[in-house]
């Protein structure tokens, strides 16, 4: 089988296509042919082991040789314990925290990892759901659910997270303030956001704007400016951002928070198989609709990791496994 794998920390260059023998899975594993994987902001951090955190496991060599961690595919061979699935089912998984592996014609991975795909939600669309939709799904619901009326900023919103996050926030009745480059406006709207913020030109915590709920995908102002943003009893939820406001977060925010009604943390993500039918029930309503800024045959997966790291996708970037 083909797959990109990569030996030592870099940029796209690093990594080779190469052809492997089929992996042959474990008692309790499954081996999924994949048909598309999705590319989130992890697959660029383990590949250039930065942040710093990334390397506390591997300092010196990545823990994992094939990225992709989000996938949809059909199962091809089961581990002789196996009695969930079967050869023929269609699946889709988050294997971040499996060894990855997405970037390949086939992966094993436990059969728990697992979660069935409706014939009507397309492989593509499955694929972006795992890790993206499911942090911004979190996100947006850590310590309580959203009301109807109240103002939610989306900081990064038209990424991959960020352009569910719009839409599960509207669908919940919320005031959206998406921030996010000027080019990526019209996409912004689109996905339902009633206002839009050009963060190279204007700060939205300096604007007198006050909010219910701040989710932040690519934190990099200070704590203190995300907290004289927010409204009484309002939530800031950090998702990604530089290693210097994540360590702010957690110990400044968290003081921040005891001494007054607005809380400040950070999103320890968590891999659930509810939340992921939760999404495809959305998709399937036609509630929830990924949007795919780019799709690349498996033979380009290298251009779609620059593309990853340039920041010149709008929504999810998608490899479509086979497509060559």
């Not at 042919?33 to 060599?61: C, Q, W």
């Not at 014939?119 to 947006?140: K, N, S």
């Not at 690519?218 to 994540?246: E, K, Q, T, W």
């Not at 779609?304 to 996708?313: E, F």
Request: hydrophobic share 45%; glycine share 10%.
């Amino acid at each position: 089988m083909r797959a990109w794998t990569f030996e030592r920390y870099g940029e796209p260059d690093v990594m080779r296509l190469r052809d492997l023998p089929v992996p042959q899975p474990a008692r309790d594993e499954v081996r999924v042919r994949v048909h598309a994987t999705s590319l989130n902001a992890s697959d660029m951090e383990f590949l250039r082991g930065k942040p710093a955190y990334i390397r506390i496991n591997a300092p010196f060599r990545p823990r994992a040789s094939i990225l992709g961690s989000d996938i949809a595919g059909v199962v091809e061979a089961v581990g002789r314990d196996v009695t969930t699935l079967r050869p023929g089912d269609a699946v889709l998984a988050d294997l971040m925290a499996r060894g990855w592996g997405g970037l390949a014609e086939q992966v094993c991975a436990p059969a728990s990892s697992w979660v069935r795909k409706p014939d009507d939600v397309p492989f593509d669309d499955a694929a972006c759901l795992p890790q993206a939709g499911v942090v911004a799904l979190q996100a947006l619901t850590r310590k309580g659910a959203l009301e109807a009326g109240q103002r939610v900023a989306i900081n990064g919103a038209g990424g991959g997270s960020g352009s569910f996050a719009i839409q599960l926030a509207k669908r919940a009745g919320a005031q959206v303030t998406a921030i996010d480059r000027a080019d990526k406006a019209e996409l912004m709207v689109a996905l339902g956001a009633d206002h839009v913020v050009d963060y190279l030109k204007d700060d939205f915590t300096a604007g007198g704007a006050r909010f219910d709920l701040i989710v932040d995908f690519v934190a990099h102002r200070s704590i203190f400016d995300y907290r004289r943003a927010l409204a009484p009893r309002g939530r800031y939820v950090m998702v990604g951002g530089s290693v210097p406001r994540l360590l702010q977060t957690v110990t400044v925010g968290a003081l921040l928070s005891c001494l007054g009604s607005r809380q400040m943390g950070l999103l320890l993500h968590e891999q659930r198989a509810t939340d992921i039918e939760t999404l495809l029930d959305l998709c399937r309503d036609g509630h929830l609709v990924p949007h795919i800024g780019h799709r690349f045959p498996l033979s380009q997966a290298d251009e779609a990791l620059r593309l990853l790291i340039a920041g010149g996708s709008m929504g999810k970037i998608v490899v479509d496994v086979v497509r060559d």
